[in-house]
């Protein structure tokens, strides 16, 4: 989770947008604060099984599973930035 939340402020940093995104690292309460994102993501916790909400807008929009979900969320977030700021500002966001 740290190294995902980390990767994930260091590209938006490099894109100066004024977007927030949370990374919580647990089930119980990351629901809940990542509804207060821009976009957020509930990963799952040790021993859980690997499902992770994401929240777009404070609403539920999706639940990612399996062995890929930072991947997925890294471009969910492209997309997001994409489609809120337009063509171009997806770049650092996406690699």
């Known amino acids: 989770m740290i190294k995902v939340a980390s990767e994930a402020q260091r590209r938006l940093e490099a894109e100066n ?4 995104v949370a990374v919580m690292g647990c089930i119980v309460n990351g ?10 993501i509930s990963l799952p916790g040790t021993g859980e099984q690997p499902a992770a909400p994401v929240f777009i807008d404070g609403a539920k929009a999706m639940t990612l599973r399996g062995p890929n979900i930072a991947n997925e969320f890294k471009a969910i977030v492209a ?12 770049g650092a966001a996406a690699e």
């Open 17 to 20: 947008l004024p977007i927030q």
């Open 31 to 40: 629901p809940g604060e990542s509804k207060h994102a821009d976009i957020g």
């Open 79 to 90: 997309d997001y930035i994409e489609q809120r700021f337009g063509s171009g500002k997806t």
